[in-house]
């Protein structure tokens, strides 16, 4: 079946701890993006890549890095940096910037 | 950038209901989507709709883009329907969403 999958569902990091998410789609979709979501608020955007080996930040990137290697895969590194990273993470993908977006089912972060 | 706001932030329905959710923006879009995020956290793309009107079963949207707002209907609302609804609009190649409807359908 083509979609988006997000891996881990749950996440745990510990202080100082770099952790990565991981999203891999096999749409063929050459645009893909992160969002973070907070409990009871909307969707924010930390990083986009329209292009393999390509990104731009998104509205709250500080914290995060990204890599875009491969084309079905894009994963997020949540550093140390990212003093709040409690949130559940979700990646999508489209054909491009103007097309329809599909999201993957997520990632819950939590810190021990 | 620019401004997404969804209204109303909490809707109650009783299942066979209809509803309607708002979805204004505070520049012109060439792209508007509506997502239902359900109770697990998945977001499923319901209507891409930059302007005029789409129907799939249940629900339908319209867009008018002129006067920068967007419309989603529920008609016979089923307890499948509870979530949060969620538009978005484009801006400099991403989308920006909006805060949210939660919708919640009683049996």
């Known amino acids: 079946d083509g979609g988006i999958t997000q891996s881990p569902k749950y996440l745990f990091r510990k202080e100082g701890q770099n952790v990565t998410l991981s999203c891999e789609q096999n749409?063929?979709?050459?645009?893909m993006y992160w969002y973070r979501q907070d409990p009871g608020q909307g969707l924010r955007l930390i990083y986009y890549s329209q292009i393999v080996n390509d990104f731009q930040k998104g509205d709250i990137a500080e914290g995060y890095s990204v890599s875009r290697e491969k084309k079905e895969s894009f994963p997020l590194t949540v550093t140390s940096a990212q003093k709040n990273p409690t949130a559940f993470y979700l990646c999508a993908s489209n054909r491009g910037t103007n097309e329809k977006l599909f999201f993957g089912s997520g990632t819950q972060l939590s810190v021990l | 950038g620019i401004q997404v706001e969804q209204s109303p932030p909490d809707l109650i329905l009783q299942e066979g209901a209809n509803s309607t959710l708002r979805c204004n923006f505070s520049?012109?879009?060439?792209?508007l989507q509506w997502f239902h995020q359900n109770p697990w956290g998945q977001l499923i793309n319901l209507f891409y709709i930059p302007s005029g009107t789409k129907q799939n079963g249940r629900l339908s949207a319209t867009t008018v883009a002129t006067e920068r707002y967007s419309l989603l209907y529920i008609s016979s609302s089923q307890t499948t329907d509870s979530g949060v609804y969620f538009c978005?609009?484009?801006?400099?190649?991403?989308?920006?969403f909006g805060a949210g409807t939660t919708v919640t359908v009683r049996a």
């Open positions: 749409l063929n979709h050459d645009a």
């Open positions: 978005a609009v484009r801006y400099d190649y991403k989308l920006s």
């Open positions: 520049d012109s879009v060439n792209n």
